[in-house]
């Protein structure tokens, strides 16, 4: 954690999620309430066909919906492609960027996701500019090289602390049940934490850095409690709402730890 940040719990849910799941956002919506609630934000990311139903159940809830990509552009002849601004429309409040699926699937560039980046924050959204080394690259000994990067080509001078969040996820660590090992992370944290406060300042050092990487409700305690680590981006442990709410309420210990 790093102190006087707000943790960010956002689920990630890809490629997943029909009508069927709506069940799930709906249990998730009325889960995170109370104190806790006051203290740590909540986001779930579903498929852009589910946005706006989605939104539609946690008007009365703190929990925010999101969406896991846009196009740079803000309209015209892009097929298949959704823009930021009809993102905030359905009453998205977040945009995941630059996933490594995505830079992988879709060949995305630092660069596109930058651009990508003005555009949500164009259109009012936070940006969740995901960034992280290859199994290859940690073998190699690169892992700061690529973040640094990654992080100087991915995020756009008008970065904020709140239109902006950092998701660090090794590449290797996502899907496979494998972590990065808690110095590491905190290696990671750091020297992303003293990157971003040499280009932006004091919005630097607030600005969220969230873990991702096979995160679940047996590990995300001592994940949380890394320094820098201000919240998870969590994929397949985000489908289940009893998942998703054991990861968010392990902040009732840590935040009572800082009390
Ligand atoms: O965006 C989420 C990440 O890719 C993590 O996925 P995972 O929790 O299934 O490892």
Partial sequence: MTPDVRPLVAGNWKM????????????MAEGVVGPLADRVDALICPPATLLYVATALCTDSPLMIGAQDCHQKVSGAHTGDISAEMIADCFGTHVILGHSERR??????????????????QADLTAIICIG???????????????????DGSIP????????????????????????????IAVAHAFMR???????????????ILYGGSVKPGNAEVLMGIANVDGALIGGASLKAADFLAIYSVYEGLIAETL
């Fill in 104 to 121: 992988t699937d879709h060949a995305e560039t630092d660069h596109l996701v930058r651009d990508k980046a003005v555009a949500a924050h």
């Fill in 133 to 151: 080394e290859t199994a290859g690259e940690r073998d190699s000994y690169q892992t700061l090289d690529v973040l640094k990067r990654q992080l």
């Fill in 16 to 27: 997943n999620g029909t009508r069927d799941a709506l069940g799930e956002i709906k249990a």
């Fill in 157 to 184: 001078d008008g970065a904020t602390a709140e239109n902006t969040v950092i998701a660090y996820e090794p590449v290797w660590a996502i899907g496979s049940g494998l972590t990065p090992t808690n110095e590491d």
């Fill in 194 to 208: 003293s990157e971003l406060a040499k280009r932006f300042g004091d919005e630097g050092a607030k600005m969220r």
